[in-house]
Nanobody, 124 residues
Framework: QVQLVESGGGLVQAGGSLRLSCAASGRTFSSYTMAWFRQAPGKEREFVCAGRSGGTKDYADSVKGRFTISRDNAKNTVYLQMNSLKTEDTAVYYC??????????????????WGQGTQVTVSS
């Protein structure tokens, strides 16, 4: 069993930056694909980015060039650096982990474990 705990959300003005953290329990963190999803009010949960165990990273087009996912396997932590934030980035951000390297990183159904979410609000 893996437990994921996000932190770092908050209120920021448009154009600002935030860094989210996701601390994971478990000994096999380094072998998991770690991802961030988000869900805005009234919308479906959507893929933001993922970092695979081998180092490959995937990003949604809407955040490419602005967001960066990174991981520190020694600390069992994955980060999401968000720059140039826009009001449309406002959402609850969720950390997720999956064991299999064979399933798509883009689909929420591929993930085995989820955090509780952290609110990010970008004001104009």
């Amino acid at each position: 069993q893996v437990q994921l705990v996000e932190s770092g959300g908050g209120l920021v003005q448009a154009g600002g930056s935030l860094r989210l953290s996701c601390a994971a329990s478990g000994r096999t963190f380094s072998s998991y694909t770690m991802a961030w999803f988000r869900q805005a009010p009234g919308k479906e949960r959507e893929f933001v980015c993922a970092g695979r165990s081998g180092g490959t990273k995937d990003y949604a087009d809407s955040v490419k060039g602005r967001f960066t996912i990174s991981r520190d396997n020694a600390k069992n932590t994955v980060y999401l650096q968000m720059n140039s934030l826009k009001t449309e980035d406002t959402a609850v951000y969720y950390c997720a982990a999956k064991r299999s390297s064979l399933t798509s990183s883009y689909y929420s159904n591929s993930y085995d474990y989820w955090g509780q979410g952290t609110q990010v609000t970008v004001s104009s």
